[in-house]
């Protein structure tokens, strides 16, 4: 399973409306940074309260990536 994918089905499992969800990459040397969009009202959910749940994803692609050697960083798009 590729990275976007990954992300894109854990965000998926949490909002209420999964087809507004839109994730793209950003690879630079080493590192991969997903920028993730959804609808206005599903962004308090993909964050969660006090953030745990963007922690817990942010945890599960970390992971991920530690065994590839690479870093991931996942960022939540709110405007």
């Not at 992300?7 to 409306?17: A, R």
């Not at 630079?28 to 599903?42: I, N, P, Q």
């Amino acid at each position: 399973m590729a990275y976007t994918e990954l992300v894109e089905t854990l965000v998926k499992g949490v909002v209420d409306n999964p087809d507004a969800v839109k994730v793209t990459e950003d690879v630079e040397v080493g590192v991969r940074s997903f920028h993730v969009e959804c609808d206005k009202e599903d962004v308090g959910k993909v964050i969660g309260k006090s953030g745990r749940v963007v922690s817990a994803i942010r945890c599960v692609v970390s992971a991920v990536a530690s065994k590839e050697r690479e870093r991931a960083f996942v960022k939540v798009v709110t405007e």
